[in-house]
């Protein structure tokens, strides 16, 4: 590789695609320095991360049909996208296909008709010479799996017979569709089509080790677009950010990094900025013994008041950094029998 050439980021003399050094060359954000959103989710040195580069290494350059599984949040098609970039058809498209749109196409009303076939058709030539992506399979409709089958086995044998279609396919899922297909709520032949090679995306708190550099990251990307300065942590704010267990991953850390960022005065975001991870004023809590673990739902209700508090009763802005709207704010109070008194709007 010559010395004017990118490397991807993460796979070390591994050359980026011819378009994305075009983007380098003309100062874009190809460069392993600033990777775009495809690059982040390999960053990091944890041995997690680096299994799944190794992974991605290995497969990239054979597959045909690939399922990734991972949590919700986690990054699953982050990673599709480096694999898309790292294979044989990166110069083609990556075509992203969410599973509602999988189940308009293969409603029973269009199958019937043979629209099935034409939606489909029109699918796969979308994503001619590169990735076709279906985001979520898990979550197709049982009735509509069989006709899919169906669908990518002729894919399958015009491709075997006429070499047309270049073409890779790409599913994810968050669920456990091994399980899922030995029990008969998924189906076999489906399950086994896709899982021809299996990619596992680890939660974030697999690799709490890389929270640092991500989260840097995901503060230059928001200083990239509000075209101010980046911000940075805290050491006391990266300890709190690894302590936690990220239920929803690389997506909920990226919310909880903007909205510190956002109610950072300064340049240094300290621990008080993470509104959603703060101790209440009293101190932290202690664990309760077991056989006196509260339920959910109260501690659902307990962080809500404690957002509300901290928010001076403006329901608005406590809706907006819980990531909730005000209708679902107003039942849980109603829910939780919290009086409106010293609340806003």
Request: with cysteine; charged share 20%; net charge positive.
């Amino acid at each position: 590789m010559s010395s004017n050439q990118s490397s991807y980021p993460g796979f070390p003399g591994r050359p980026l695609p011819e378009s994305r050094q075009n983007e380098a060359r003309r100062g874009g954000s190809a460069t392993a320095s600033e990777p775009e959103g495809a690059d982040s989710i390999l960053l990091g040195d944890s041995v997690a991360i680096k299994r799944l580069r190794s992974q991605i290494q290995r497969i990239a350059p054979y597959f045909r049909t690939a399922l990734i599984r991972g949590e919700v949040g986690s990054g699953k098609q982050l990673v599709a996208r480096a694999i898309h970039s790292l294979s044989p058809g990166a110069e083609g498209p990556f075509v992203a296909c969410a599973v509602s749109a999988l189940t308009q196409a293969l409603t029973p009303a269009q199958a019937s008709s043979g629209g099935a076939t034409a939606a489909g058709a029109a699918l796969l030539e979308s994503a001619q010479g590169g990735t076709l992506y279906l985001g979520e399979i898990g979550e197709l409709p049982y009735p509509l799996q069989a006709p899919l089958v169906r669908f990518l086995r002729s894919f399958a044998e015009r491709r075997a017979e006429t070499r047309r279609w270049e073409l890779r396919i790409i599913a994810a899922t968050h669920r456990d569709l091994r399980t899922m297909s030995a029990i008969g709520q998924f189906h076999h032949e489906l399950y086994a089509r896709l899982s021809a090679v299996e990619v596992f995306v680890p939660p974030l708190r697999q690799r709490v080790e890389d929270i640092p550099i991500l989260a840097a990251w995901l503060l230059r990307r928001l200083a990239d677009r509000t075209g101010e300065s980046a911000k940075t942590l805290a050491e006391e704010t990266l300890a709190k950010l690894r302590g936690r267990l990220w239920p929803n991953n690389i997506r909920e850390l990226e919310r909880v990094v903007a909205q510190a960022a956002a109610l950072a005065e300064g340049p240094i975001i300290e621990p008080r900025h993470l509104l959603v991870l703060v101790e209440p004023a009293n101190g932290p809590a202690v664990a309760p013994a077991m056989g006196r673990l509260d339920r959910l739902q109260d501690v659902i209700h307990r962080h809500v008041i404690e957002v509300l508090t901290r928010c001076a009763g403006n329901k608005l802005r406590a809706a907006e950094l819980l990531g909730i709207s005000r209708s679902t704010l107003y039942r849980m109070l109603e829910s939780a029998d919290v009086s409106g008194q010293g609340l806003t709007e």
